[in-house]
């Protein structure tokens, strides 16, 4: 019978981006550049908490937002028209995900070296972009309240690789059977060290407490 050699690409393919996202981050932490990567499923939230943040920054830092999607620009244009920050809009052609060739060619094409506050809206997807580090300081991870609390339990490597998780839509969290409480206890048996904010842009709940922790890890950096 023909000895068939198996080739393993998937790992070698993530050591070899796990490296490069490392120097990466490293060459950002020494620019004094904050780059936080936000990561979640399509619809959670993640381009109007964006906007939100960027607007109650924007005073103070000099911030950067890359948008990345598998086609069009609508996110871009969106952050763009609402908070008037430097925005880049990055297309995968169909990949569910962005490695730190994409993340470092999108800082590029950003301008990064003039800016303090580097915010990344990943693909929508709660699987691959958590398998592949972007050298970003800091991942937060958004769950909104219509995906229901168990997404932790289902998802885990996601709410593995977060430095800090956010509870979207807590407007809604009577029309769904959504429980706050259940829901941070299933990100602390993924991630016990990650601060949960339980948050709504719409109204504006948590987002004190999520600028806060947020202004606190860009001034790490900026130390
Ligand atoms: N009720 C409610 N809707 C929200 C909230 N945040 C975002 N949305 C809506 O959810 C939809 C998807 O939001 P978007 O920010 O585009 O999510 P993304 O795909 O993760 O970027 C939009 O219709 C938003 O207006 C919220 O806090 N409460
Ligand atoms: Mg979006």
């Known amino acids: 019978m023909e000895d068939i050699k198996t080739v393993e690409i998937k790992e070698d393919i993530l050591s070899r981006n796990n490296a490069g996202a490392q120097e990466l981050r490293e060459s950002l932490i020494r ?19 964006i906007t939100e943040l960027v607007n109650r920054l924007k005073s103070t830092y000099r911030i950067g937002v890359i948008e990345a999607d598998l086609d069009g620009a609508v996110d871009a244009r969106t952050i763009a028209r609402e908070t008037g ?6 297309n995968t052609a169909g990949a569910c995900h962005i490695t730190y060739q994409m993340s470092a060619e999108s800082l590029e094409a950003l301008g990064a070296d003039g800016l303090d506050v580097i ?46 998780v956010a509870i979207t839509k807590t407007d809604v969290s009577g ?27 719409k109204t504006g709940e948590g987002l004190d407490a999520l600028e806060a922790y947020i202004k606190s890890e860009i001034e790490k950096i900026k130390l």
């Open 31 to 49: 620019r004094k550049i904050f780059y936080l990567n936000v990561m979640s499923s399509p619809g959670s939230g993640k381009t109007t908490l």
């Open 85 to 90: 920050v430097k925005t880049v809009q990055i």
């Open 119 to 164: 915010i990344l809206e990943n693909i929508g997807n709660l699987v691959c972009p958590a398998e592949f580090d972007t050298g970003s300081a800091k991942n937060l991870v958004l769950l909104s309240v219509p995906e229901g609390d168990d997404k932790p339990l289902k998802y885990p490597l996601m709410f593995e690789v977060a430095s800090a």
């Open 175 to 201: 029309i769904f059977d959504f429980s706050a409480e259940r829901a941070v206890k299933n990100i602390k048996k993924r991630n016990p060290s990650a601060p949960v904010f339980v948050t709504c842009a």
